[in-house]
Structure formats: structure tokens, C-alpha cells
């Protein structure tokens, strides 16, 4: 019998696929109608996350509609803060809130019964695979620790993430502790969906923009490349989608230091930049949302110049950051038959 063929695998591998594999970030979410109506049967956004019934319904619903090329498990990036007891909650409308952390609370922190609180998420990855058409990759993913970090130290989003800032410079001993055990933890959840049947897993840096050169070496840079180190130590067959939002020219090097297979480029990278970060392998990116939004001509000429200047090498067509609520879902239909073509 052939192998199965999965277009985004085969990019991650380093090949040119034309048409380019399909997939874009939040592609299970509020756009969607149907997506709507299984979010009001699970109650809270957390209770969604963790129902692998639910989640998995939610993951398959734009594989069906759009037949992307990957399905991303239905989650969020704060499940590992849930599962340290930070009373993770959602408020309507303003988003994600947390007990802060100090000092005194990071040193009290315990790694004991966070992989045993994230199982049913794991549940959902084998429910998921065992659901998907065999041609779509499945990915896995977590949050990176510098921005879970800045979650858990000023209990919500910023608009600069100033507070998770200041305590790096403040407390770089307790800070550089956060992010090891985040490290730590982040590690050994993404080799439990690759377990699971995870193809590969992405890891979402979306405050990366926010830090300086040495801080994104240090709070960036460093703790990936360490949870890369350690899934790949394990699970040497993996492959890892490295993400780093707004981070500009320091995504010159981002993917050597951290030993990510592909990385990420937000709307901002400029395409001229992209190809010479594409020449040292594969990227995923960069259309701005916006334009999904905009969808007719705008949309159009947007892929039009991502494929003209990506389009003849490593190349995963992607948004440049999550869809949002507010676009269209036929504008994701003409977005993916002008992919295709």
C-alpha cells in the first residue's frame, strides 16, 4: 500500500510543495458558526479545552468545511498555568485572568500533577488522529514560556507585557527559575501529543515582539531552544514549528539557536526578509489577517505576492497570527481555493 502523503510533513522534511499545504491559526474559533454553537454546549472556554469530545468536535469542524492540509488541537496556551492551580478563568470580552505570581509563589511551584490535570487534553490528540483523514497532519502545540510567563506574572495580558518585563529585570533569579520549570513542563506535554499521534507541534512566542536584543535571547531564545532540545532528546523523529510574534530581525538566527525545523513569520515580516529566512529551510506564514477580513481583492493580492515571492520554496501558506471572530467564512474559502489555485 503507498504511503500517506501529508503535504505539511513533507515542507517540514524540507521539500517544495506546489500548491503550498494550508493551514491557518485559530482555524477552529468564532468565525465560525458551528463552532459557536458547540462553544455554548461546553459552558466555559476551559471546560471546552478539557472535554476531548468537544475539542475534538471543534478541531475537526474547519478540516471539514475547508479540508485544510493540518488539523491544530483545540486547546490554549494557558492550560499549563491551569493545571499549576493559577485560577485560570475566562472573561467575556477581555480575555484570560490568573492569580499574579511573586517571588514567594514561583519558588512554591510544583511540577506534581500537571501532566496527570492535562490528560484529557491528551485524550483529545488520539481522538483527534484516530478522526482526521489520514492525509492530515495533525499538529500539537504549547505556549512558549516567555509568554506564558507574562500571563502568570501580571494575571492577564498587557497591551506591552510591561509587568512580565519589569520582573525579569527585577527578579532574574525567580524569573530564570518560571521559565526553566515552564521549559520543563512545556517539554514534556508536547511529547505526550507526539505520543498521542501529534505529527509535529508548534510552539506560539506571541510576546516575543515586546523584548530587546539580549532579552530575546535570554526569555525567548534560550528557554525554546531548551524545550526543543528535550522533546528532540526524546522523541529524535520530532518535528518542531517555532513562532516568535513581532520579533523582527531577530528572527535571523531564531531558527539555528533554537533548533526549530520551521519557523513562523508574522504579517509584519517583510516577504523580502522571509525568503532569505526560507533559504536556510522551511517557513510558515505570513498573510495578515486583516486582509480575511477585507476578503476580494485585497485578500487575493495578498496571497498572490506570499506565493509569487514563498511560493518556489519550503512553504506552508498560513496567516501571519490567528484567524479573527470577525472574518468572513466564505473570505476562507476563497482564500484557500486561491492557494490552491
Known amino acids: 500500500m503507498a504511503a500517506v502523503r501529508r503535504k505539511v510533513m513533507e515542507v517540514l522534511n524540507g521539500s517544495t ?19 459557536r454553537k458547540t462553544r455554548a454546549e461546553a459552558g466555559s472556554f ?7 469530545d468537544l475539542a475534538t468536535e471543534v478541531t475537526l469542524q474547519p478540516i471539514r468545511r475547508y479540508g485544510f492540509d493540518a488539523a491544530i488541537l483545540f486547546s490554549d496556551i494557558l492550560v499549563i498555568p491551569d493545571a499549576l492551580n493559577r485560577n485560570v478563568h475566562f472573561v467575556e470580552g477581555s480575555g484570560p485572568r490568573m492569580d499574579p505570581i511573586d517571588e514567594a509563589g514561583i519558588a512554591a511551584l510544583s511540577a506534581e500533577g500537571v501532566q ?3 490528560r484529557p487534553v491528551i485524550q483529545t490528540v488520539g481522538q483527534i ?5 489520514a492525509e492530515t497532519t495533525l499538529l500539537g502545540f504549547c505556549g512558549a514560556p516567555w509568554t506564558v510567563a507574562t500571563y502568570m506574572i501580571a494575571g492577564h495580558g498587557t497591551p506591552d507585557q510591561a509587568p512580565g518585563r519589569l520582573f525579569g529585570y527585577r527578579h532574574r533569579k525567580a524569573f530564570d527559575k518560571l521559565l526553566s520549570l515552564l521549559a520543563e513542563l512545556s517539554a514534556d506535554y508536547l511529547v505526550a501529543q507526539i505520543d498521542a499521534g501529534a505529527d509535529a507541534v508548534q510552539i ?27 522533546v528532540k532528546s526524546r522523541r529524535p523523529q520530532a518535528k518542531v514549528i517555532a513562532f516568535a510574534k513581532g520579533a523582527g530581525m ?31 529551510g522551511p517557513v510558515q506564514g505570513n498573510l495578515d489577517p486583516m486582509r480575511v477580513v477585507a476578503g476580494g481583492e485585497a485578500l487575493d493580492d495578498g496571497i498572490d505576492r506570499i506565493l509569487s515571492v514563498l511560493g518556489n520554496g519550503p512553504l506552508v501558506f498560513n496567516l501571519g497570527h490567528g484567524i479573527t471572530p470577525d472574518a468572513k467564512p466564505e473570505h476562507v474559502s476563497q482564500l484557500v481555493q486561491r492557494v490552491r489555485g
Open 17 to 35: 510543495v506546489s500548491p503550498p499545504p494550508i493551514w491557518l491559526m485559530r482555524q477552529a474559533g468564532r468565525y465560525l458558526p458551528e463552532y
Open 129 to 133: 488522529r484516530a478522526s482526521l483523514p
Open 116 to 118: 496527570e490535570h492535562l
Open 250 to 280: 531577530n528572527l535571523k538566527n531564531y531558527r539555528q539557536r533554537t533548533g526549530a525545523d520551521m519557523i513562523g513569520l508574522d504579517w509584519s515580516v517583510p516577504l523580502s526578509f522571509a525568503a532569505e529566512l526560507q533559504k536556510d
Open 46 to 52: 476551559l471546560d471546552l479545552c478539557y472535554s476531548p
Open 204 to 230: 506560539f512566542d506571541s510576546w516575543a515582539g515586546v523584548l530587546g536584543e539580549a532579552e530575546f535571547e535570554a526569555f525567548a531564545v534560550e528557554p525554546v531552544a531548551r524545550v526543543i532540545r528535550s
